[in-house]
């Protein structure tokens, strides 16, 4: 009798057990600016402001390329007007120019085929070129002056509109503003952050586990996230295990400085956190089966 209870006891005691770990949440913040920089002519959210896909948060002063666009808008409207005219004019010249061609290869022609010395390679030759300049020549006069755009002053709109677009600061998803560095009248130089924005529906929780714990963790396996503060539990999976230890994770608080090197370890969470980036919580990574 005091056999099975010894060997029911070791049993129970190798039987395998969940693990419970140390972490916090976590986000990866947004570094927002403008590639151009300039003055700030005003600041359209607050710190904590909830934000959307595409709301403006700084605008820059952009009187000066809108002034710039104006009058290259000016410009294509006078090349409108003088098209006609420019176009006729430089078909003209180009037709003139042909024509020079066709008459002087013509003209090359009619002397060799008359030349007393004059070899079949030579005439084939002349024949070769009076055909080429021919068929420019009939190209050309097939051209009318509606084939004449110059795009100087497009290309430099295009470019504007684009400068003009860096001048106003946007949100790229739903996020949180979480810090705001400038405010109206601030001269920023081009790419330097104006806001960092966080997004909560993208949190994810960190947590450092030894090198037996990360060669047991396979990506998409599911874990269990427990929160203190509200006191609840979540669904989720492992989204990556690093490969690279790190030798003072910021987990491993109370263990000797020679401690074990630890992994870092992401979970996804399947639906939202409540818990505040920065909010220590537990991961519950399930007991492995037992093998029959």
Do not use: C, W
Not at 111 to 133: C, H, I, N
């Amino acid at each position: 009798m005091a056999a099975i209870v010894i060997v029911a006891s070791l049993a129970i005691s190798r039987a395998p057990q969940e693990l419970i770990l140390p972490a916090t949440v976590e986000t990866d913040p947004i570094h927002v600016g403008s590639r151009i920089g300039g003055r700030v002519r005003s600041v359209h959210v607050e710190e904590g402001s909830a934000v959307q896909p595409g709301q403006l948060l700084v605008q820059f002063d952009d009187a000066e390329m809108l002034a710039a666009k104006a009058a290259a808008q000016s410009a294509i409207g006078l090349q409108n007007e003088l098209l006609p005219t420019m176009g006729l004019f430089l078909q003209t010249a180009r037709r003139q120019t042909i024509e020079a061609e066709y008459v002087k290869a013509l003209a090359q022609f009619e002397a060799v085929e008359k030349a007393p010395d004059g070899t079949p390679a030579a005439l084939a030759s002349a024949r070769e070129k009076l055909d080429q300049a021919a068929r420019v020549r009939e190209r050309a006069l097939k051209q009318s002056a509606s084939t004449f755009a110059a795009a100087g002053p497009a290309t430099q709109i295009h470019v504007l509109d684009l400068q003009i677009g860096e001048l106003a600061v946007r949100a790229p998803d739903q996020a949180v503003v979480e810090t705001l560095a400038v405010r109206p009248g601030d001269l920023v130089p081009p790419g330097r952050p104006v806001a960092v924005l966080i997004e909560p529906a993208r949190a994810y929780v960190l947590a450092y586990v030894t090198a037996d714990t990360a060669v047991q963790l396979r990506v998409g396996s599911p874990v269990k996230i427990r929160t203190v503060r509200p006191a609840a539990e979540y669904d989720a999976i492992v989204r990556h295990v690093a490969l690279a230890p790190e030798y003072s994770p910021r987990m491993g608080v109370g263990e000797p400085e020679d401690a074990e090197s630890r992994f870092a370890v992401k979970f996804r969470p399947v639906a939202g956190l409540s818990a505040r980036p920065g909010s220590r919580v537990q991961v519950i990574i399930p007991a492995a089966p037992t093998p029959k």
